[in-house]
T-cell receptor, first 113, second 117 residues
Framework: TQLLEQSPQFLSIQEGENLTVYCNSS?????LQWYRQEPGEGPVLLVT?????EVKKLKRLTFQFGDARKDSSLHITAAQPGDTGLYLC?????????????FGKGTLLTVNP | GAGVSQSPRYKVAKRGQDVALRCDPI?????LFWYQQALGQGPEFLTY????????KSGLPSDRFFAERPEGSVSTLKIQRTQQEDSAVYLC???????????????FGPGTRLLVL
């Protein structure tokens, strides 16, 4: 069974601070996706990383996929209250099950004004 | 915009009742997924359809759970004889291709929050 561990589980910071959340596994994933989920809504895809060592930037968010494709990080620069939400990482399966996503438990981020 | 819609948004059931949860995927999306998200957890895969074919039901917790997509569009997740441990948010997602594209985007609906008393 492939497991994804996310840390920290909870994070409360002030507006303007920087933060990094982590997603780790002992398994190799074909791809790694990051989602943000707001209360009462479904997860919304932020980014997909595929290649080991890949770095992607989305405005103030920087995503990195580990060289061995087992871990990933999300860094947010100058956090804003609108960044508040549950950040989930999800690993894609391999071979014929590459459609199947395995999610971590998420990091619940609160950005205080 | 026409995203994934789910109904009802909230459902309260007494233990032992049967429930049916509906998902309307994005028009033209071949693949449809159901996930279960317990409180404080990430979504867990339940089942996967490509058109009307249920290709993977390995995540369904028990034989009380049944999903169908008879015409390859709308899907229904049915839970028979509900138990308290079935209380969770049930999320539906759709994607354009699914099996052929491992990294393609899954679009999630808002979920149905099920509470079994």
């Amino acid at each position: 069974t492939q497991l994804l561990e996310q840390s920290p589980q909870f994070l409360s910071i002030q507006e303007g601070e920087n933060l990094t959340v982590y997603c780790n596994s002992s398994s190799v994933f074909s791809s790694l996706q990051w989602y943000r989920q707001e209360p009462g809504e479904g997860p919304v895809l932020l980014v997909t990383v595929v290649t080991g060592g890949e770095v992607k930037k989305l405005k103030r968010l920087t995503f990195q996929f580990g060289d061995a494709r087992k871990d990933s990080s999300l860094h947010i620069t100058a956090a804003q209250p609108g960044d508040t939400g549950l950040y989930l990482c999800a690993g894609g399966g391999s071979g014929g099950s590459n459609y199947k996503l395995t999610f971590g438990k998420g990091t619940l981020l609160t950005v205080n004004p | 915009g026409a995203g994934v819609s789910q109904s009802p948004r909230y459902k309260v059931a007494k233990r032992g009742q049967d429930v049916a949860l509906r998902c309307d995927p994005i028009s033209g999306h071949v693949s449809l997924f159901w996930y279960q998200q317990a409180l404080g957890q990430g979504p867990e895969f339940l089942t996967y359809f490509q058109n009307e074919a249920q290709l993977d039901k390995s995540g369904l917790p028990s034989d009380r759970f049944f999903a169908e997509r008879p015409e390859g569009s709308v899907s229904t997740l049915k839970i028979q004889r509900t138990q308290q441990e079935d209380s969770a948010v049930y999320l539906c997602a759709s994607s354009l291709m699914g099996l052929a594209g491992g990294q393609e985007t899954q679009y999630f609906g808002p979920g149905t929050r099920l509470l079994v008393l």
